[in-house]
């Protein structure tokens, strides 16, 4: 994807290689306002390995703090380029406030996909609170889809447990997007637990949380049942091997009517 999709003003702050410095990789420290948590240390040596042999062929952006230089993006070029021994890196310096700091390193992480789904999630929450987005305006600022925005967002109502398995791929965005159908936090639980003990496919967990599903429909329609027949509110639990029904009664009036009506004494 090209940077046509970045945010306005954005373009001139993407370095180019003319104007680029040689600085030492010490005097550089990583930013604190980078969306990305984790870095693939497999692909990380395979670029530190690219670097030994060609070097940094892209510049890194940093912008001036105090007596060091703060790593606005690139910050992978910038570990492989200390793991493969370097002892300084091509960069550009610019003027960038925080909020400059932010929106690029958002936009260009999102853009190169380099974020995985909760991190891109949370960068999406990002921008339409600190920017007072839409997600129709983050849809145009980082070149997607609108109901891409509303899928991903949809991923930070998952249990932190699961977030966490998506975070660190135990599970894959295909296995998390059905657990987000089920009504209780208690019921993803239950099924995603399952999953990673059965290793199951992402097409095997949609046929696992439409049976849950269907159970849930079959569960409603006896308690309207009862509900019916007993004249006040009924609640049945589910469980795998064990339940309970919940029968309600208001009143002392209420409790002998309704056992006079499961003993059959009253019609």
């Given at each position: 994807m090209g940077r046509k999709a970045l945010g306005k003003g954005l373009e001139a702050l993407i370095p180019t290689e003319e104007e680029a410095n040689k600085i030492p990789l010490k005097d550089i420290k990583p930013g604190t306002l980078q969306p990305r948590k984790k870095i693939d240390k497999k692909h990380l040596e395979e670029l530190a390995r690219s670097i030994k042999e060609k070097g940094v062929l892209q510049p890194v952006l940093v912008r001036k703090k105090g007596k060091y230089y703060e790593l606005v993006y690139g910050h992978r070029r910038y570990q492989a380029a200390k793991m493969a021994g370097l002892k300084e890196i091509p960069a550009v310096v610019k003027e960038l406030t925080d909020r400059e700091?932010?929106?690029?390193?958002?936009?260009e992480n999102v853009q190169r996909?380099?974020?995985?789904?909760?991190?891109?999630?949370?960068?999406?929450?990002?921008?339409?609170?600190?920017?007072?987005?839409?997600?129709?305006?983050?849809?145009e600022r980082v070149g997607k889809e609108r109901s891409t925005i509303a899928n991903k967002l949809r991923l930070l109502n998952l249990p932190e447990e699961i977030r966490k398995a998506l975070s660190d791929g135990l599970i894959t965005e295909g296995h998390a997007r059905p657990l987000l159908s089920l009504k209780t936090e208690k019921e993803m639980l239950k099924a995603f637990h399952e999953i990673?003990?059965?290793?199951?496919?992402v097409r095997k967990t949609e046929k696992r949380?439409?049976?849950?599903?269907?159970?849930d429909t079959e569960i409603l329609h006896i308690e309207q049942e009862l509900i019916g027949a007993l004249g006040t509110k009924v609640v049945i639990q589910r469980g795998r091997k064990k339940g309970k029904i919940e029968i309600y009664f208001y009143s002392d009036e209420e409790l002998v009517r309704l056992i006079r009506l499961l003993k059959g004494e009253e019609g």
């Open positions: 700091v932010l929106e690029i390193s958002i936009i996909e380099d974020l995985n789904p909760v991190e891109e999630a949370e960068a999406y929450r990002t921008l339409m609170i600190e920017f007072g987005l839409t997600q129709e305006q983050v849809a990673l003990k059965t290793r199951e496919s949380v439409k049976r849950i599903k269907e159970k």
